[in-house]
């Protein structure tokens, strides 16, 4: 957190609330209600941690409006119509706090070719290859290497160590994390009769269309022509493996450690959550919801809900997955049915 | 893709084919015979898409020799004996069209103590160790980091930003993605009586043969002593794990998101789907084929196939798995089973 | 391993053992029994692997100092009481032979506001931020980067291409392998009524204690405010997702390509094997053993050892996945059963 401090009063006003207790209580960090610390402010949105307003020690703690103590508070409050926005917007007042980077590095390798908008920042160790465009304020921080012909739109962050290879095209308005290494090449290959396998090139890109964020050390691979597509407003997690000539949709959310194999086809505003796999040129509709580890291997309808691997209706997977556990029993009843059957058929 | 323009004539002569339709057919890219579009050359391999050659916006498109429509084409045609290896050798044909890179950065930081064989790239930011030798051709992308005593063979490729740690050999004709780590420590640790672990020196290294291929991100550590051996021509996708003294055997393909542990010997020309697990010290025989999500905890036989967690052979494992789903409708059948007998005992 | 050589009269006198056979007899690696090699130093620590010390060609062994052979050596011994601690300190006595890197690197960029300690390392082409504090003897290896305010404690070692987002904290003692993230945004959006994520700003840090070593690309994303906390002695593997607000108890070991979600709090010297998932805010006690690939969904009470996803305990799980393989024979049995008792009723 930014080592800046505001009074509650400073808070409210730019929360829209109303303070209660002394409006010069100075906060200078956010913290949790439960451990709460002096200058700390926290928030109690989910009733069922009221108990901890009473006991905190933060020097103020931001409640719903109609919030009524049925004790003494030792710390101030804020009083607000919606907390939960609160959280977000007093998240975000403090990450414009930050200071931000702006300049081209020394150290950076820039050839003439390259054409690079206002307001930039490329930091030390940044290599570029040749006929780059970057964006206006587009931040690329040190030690990223961007291929030739690679496009970055405005306002797009790449952090530390950003590997992108040629020809690949981000948006604007994207987030990039580092390690994350985007258009490398498909993995495809044919085997002669020997077993000995000739690589297949990969000529193709990635697209990564406006508003994405990619997490740390996540991969996407590059089409083997033709391209691979991050639609715009995706978020993709750490880790993760997104395989040549994908198509992941608008919207769609995606943890980390998933892998998508090749030529997926994943539709718009999914959720899938960690160690997802997806078999290769499955078609995934709108909406679908994947619970973590679960296994695709076939095509998923609109608004279907999967868990398990294979994946079952979730409903369905639940009460199988629960029931695993029964199997050894169940053989023993089945042992006992049949033992039992036996003789009665004899007598 | 490169920005080159062929005519048909021209690429029916480098495939070995017949034209059909105007031989002077401009053709740019490669594209989807479902998705063509003007100045694209297709390929009509599978018969399946037979239907999409007569509403195809492709310039062109490749099919069989044989082929004969049934309906009036608005594309040209080349004909060729076998479309399907065509289209591999196409791709490289494009593929060796691109400009290579050559020729050492000034930014490159090579100690005298480096042995560079000739025609070399060794791109911007590029940091050698000690001892170093660098075969002929090989090319070194930016930002690569490259150990004490490391050898890399002729014609090795190392994109942006691989890690080579002290006293690895990276054959020749290998190609490493971005981000891959190469030779990093086991993880081998000893506890003592309070849970301290102490860690075990890993003072061994890594042997890349020649002809391999390693993913983006991917981690082969090195062994505790002696070698962790990665053998001539294994492809191994983006994200995986191959952990201290492991031993991979010729041709075998392990996709992306596996975990190999500690020790385990896998034989030659596998072929290991995504997200599969292998246990430590397991010994897997030649030609085992694994499903996704697969996690193998004993020895594998040469030619088995392996699918689920604790993997079984595919046909048991293929019914047992799809059988998972019945068991809480079983449950409720073996109640009933029960409870009638029971009647029937009674009377 | 060094070049270096030792008589096994030399090497006795480090581990504190008497030698048996030519006490000059020269050795210049560490081999394994099985398959050993001239100048090389085997260990006989399983007595199961006994047969080979009659046939190995390394030229000495260590054993137990009472071992008796039955038959004739062509080795020579080093007799030792503890041959399994020696083993641990010999490696410990060859790493402690590399040459230790030590310098500041000219091509490293160090701003004016960085604290550096006493007999540093800083590589070629590290990267640091503004007010960076590191300690005493800290190696940082090539093409690492470091951001703003991190600390990083006395003797701790950074491989190269390590990146540090702002405001971390790395304790003492600590290892971090190559292509690791630390500090990296956690994964937080709040979506919209059209499914649009809105980004929560990421604004608290990593803390890593004493004596930690995190794998190759391993990932520890930083808290949305507070910490993730990466308690002293924990031992993380490669390729493994530490998630915002999680807290990883002492002297934890996680092995490689787990994934710990969100917030999730993992107890004392745990064990999580290979390919592990841990669902966010999920409570973990001490002493917790977690099998290959398990899913843990429910809060785990110290001392349980889990396998399977969802897990369950061990025994219970062992038999539990032992026996899917038999549901589809289950089905049928059940089937025949309801037969038989139809006919019986009919009779």
Known sequence: MTNVTFTIKQIAHILGGQTEGNPNTVIDKITKIDAGEKGGLAFLIDKKFESYI?????SAVIVKDDFN??????CALIRLAQPQQAFVKLLQFYENLKPQKLGIAKSAHIPKSTQIGVGVYIGEGVVLGENVMIGDHVKLYPLCYVGDKVHIGDNSILYAGVKIYDECKIGSECIIH???VIGGDGFGFVPDE???????PQLGNVIIEDNVEIGSNTCVDRATFSSTIIRKGVKIDN???VAHNCDIGENTVIAACCGIAGSAKIGKHCVFAGQVGVKDHVVI???????SQAGIHRNAKSGEKLIGSPALPVEKGLKALGSVQFIPELINRVNELEKKLQELNKS
Do not use: C, F, H, W
């Not at 009473?54 to 933060?58: F, I, N």
């Not at 020997?194 to 297949?200: A, D, H, P, Q, T």
């Open 54 to 58: 009473y006991t905190t020690q933060a």
């Open 69 to 74: 103590p049925s004790r003494k508070l030792s």
């Open 178 to 180: 580092s390690g994350a």
């Open 194 to 200: 020997n077993y000995v396998y000739e690589k297949i």
């Open 239 to 241: 880790l993760t493996q």
């Open 285 to 291: 509709g709108d909406g679908v919801m994947v619970g």
